[in-house]
């Protein structure tokens, strides 16, 4: 039997976090849970064909039944799981092919002998409460699971919430999560129970996630190109979660910040388009969410950039090895309050809402003006935003020579501004000639980034050596030779990188527009 599953799923970083009785209260179920216990095997081929083509294949015990499920990629539905469902009773625990409905699949899977060729990959063992309850027009199943998840000598918990639609609307599913998540200390899940066994099993280490490719077709009407640079940009956000959660590794901080940068761009470059509450509540979510991470990756640079070669060049200078010591473990800290909003609930419901925002297009300005301009070509409102955004750069950076830090430092935003927009249009146009506008915008960057650098540690330097003040031997002495250790570094870099900054500039002056000047002059 083939069913399209559509679901979605909530996290629990605790799983005595919530206990059925209490969930129960909280959904206001007219009934008792269905409850059980579950031991579901998952099969793959030695080199997970399976899981190479997104399918996921497994046998559960339910009481005395066997229960075959293969489940392959489904429609795609923001921020939802969505999978075709193959299922049928079985005789033994080895998965059979003729127990697979769709006559094409199982050509496919005979062709490439799948089956022959299947081993148990590993297993999931846990608890289900389970309750059916309407929501708006929707029924939805409302599964609490609690178990592990095991590979061999290892095991892993598994907590989690699936919300699964069985009749009705997508978009009520995030307005019942919305409602779940304000009372009970979950995440958005991403991971599928599959998907998370497959990474145990395979000893998967999450990594850093960098933008993924981004293809606006020239067909893509302003609106529908605005819904995929977002998508992109969550798909961007939330690939990095689980580094930042499970490793050490600055470069998932980063990249998290580089999707919040992304999309705080996105939603200013398109403005005009904007319903003012969607765009309020975007906007005022993700500054939020930049400033919980903001000191963390503000310490990861200034310690690799300037602590570390410092203590490397000056390792007599027991001052900086002190600083240096210190600005680690407010680095531990500030990793710690990342985690925190992480696992803090208005993250998770500031997912669901543009989420849902996606889904229904409630996005969308509903004046005139926004109208039009929604339903404008992409490549049209891109040229009009690029040959804006040039201009006004063009205009601040033509007296670079005059400008004071301040004015340097908006230079450098509005570079930025001008790069992500630019990486955004890309596929618009010629690549070539965008590829080399960018690399010269990346240079500006290159030469402007220490200054700034230099402005964030600073402060940060105030803040660390008053945690050093009360060390053993610590007096105005010692936090005057570090002041002005630091300061004398950072003046340094920034005088080197300044000084090439002019022939940068004027090679990028120098560049041809990539894109078109018709519609974009104004």
């Not at 919530?18 to 099969?43: C, V």
């Not at 899940?189 to 990594?207: D, H």
Request: hydrophobic share 45%; glycine share 6%.
């Amino acid at each position: 039997m083939k069913n399209q599953e559509i679901e979605l799923k909530l996290t629990l970083p605790d799983g005595a976090a919530i206990r059925p009785a209490a969930l129960r209260k909280l959904l206001a179920a007219p009934t008792r849970a269905t409850a059980m216990k579950l031991a579901t095997t998952y099969y793959d081929t030695a080199d997970c064909w399976l899981k190479n083509h997104g399918m996921a294949l497994r046998v559960r015990h339910v009481g005395n039944q066997r229960i075959q499920t293969l489940k392959a990629p489904g429609t795609v539905l923001d921020g939802l799981q969505s999978f075709a469902e193959y299922e049928a009773p079985i005789e033994g625990n080895r998965p059979r092919l003729e127990a697979i409905s769709d006559a094409k699949l199982r050509r496919r899977l005979d062709r490439a002998g799948v089956m022959t060729r299947l081993r148990p990959i590993f297993t999931t063992s846990f608890e289900r409460n389970a309750w059916l309850v309407r929501r708006g027009e929707s029924q939805v199943e409302v599964a609490l699971d609690i178990g592990s998840i095991s590979s061999k000598a290892t095991e892993i918990p598994l907590a989690e919430i699936e919300l699964e639609l069985k009749a009705g609307q997508p978009v009520d599913l995030f307005q019942f999560a919305e409602r779940l998540v304000e009372d009970i200390p979950a995440r958005l899940g991403l991971m599928t129970k599959a998907a998370r066994g497959y990474a145990l099993a395979l000893r998967e280490k999450p990594v850093p996630a960098r933008a993924g490719a981004l293809d606006l077709t020239g067909k893509l009407s302003a609106g529908d190109a605005f819904s995929a640079i977002v998508r992109n940009c969550l798909e961007q956000l939330r690939a990095n979660e689980t580094a930042i959660l499970e490793s050490e590794d600055d470069e998932a901080i980063h990249q998290f910040r580089v999707a919040i940068r992304r999309f705080r761009a996105a939603i200013g470059a398109f403005r005009e388009l904007i319903d003012d509450g969607a765009h309020a509540a975007m906007s005022i979510d993700l500054r939020w969410l930049q400033r919980q991470f903001g000191p963390a990756r503000d310490l990861d640079v200034l310690i690799a950039d300037t602590l570390m070669p410092m203590a490397a060049r000056m390792h007599d200078q027991s001052v900086i090895r002190d600083l240096l010591e210190i600005a680690r473990q407010a680095r531990t800290e500030a990793r710690r309050q990342a985690h925190l909003a992480l696992e803090n609930p208005r993250y998770a419901v500031m997912l669901l809402h543009i989420y849902r925002q996606l889904l229904t297009e409630d996005w969308r300005g509903r004046a005139a003006v926004a109208q039009f301009g929604l339903n404008q070509p992409a490549r049209t409102f891109a040229n009009k935003w690029l040959n804006r955004s040039h201009k006004r750069l063009m205009r601040l950076g033509g007296e670079h020579a005059a400008l004071s830090e301040t004015e340097l430092h908006r230079l450098r935003l509005l570079g930025k501004k001008m790069r992500y927009g630019a990486q955004a249009f890309a596929s618009l146009y010629d690549s070539k000639r965008t590829d080399k506008y960018l690399a010269h915008l990346s240079a500006i960057q290159d030469h402007l980034g220490s200054l700034n650098d230099a402005v964030v540690g600073r402060h940060l330097l105030v803040n660390l050596t008053k945690e050093l003040a009360s060390a053993p031997g610590w007096g105005s002495n010692e936090s005057n030779l570090l002041h002005g250790i630091v300061l004398g570094w950072q003046s340094h870099r920034i005088s080197s990188d300044l000084g090439g900054f002019r022939t940068t500039w004027e090679g990028f002056r120098a560049q041809r527009k990539f894109w078109s000047k018709a519609n974009g002059e104004g």
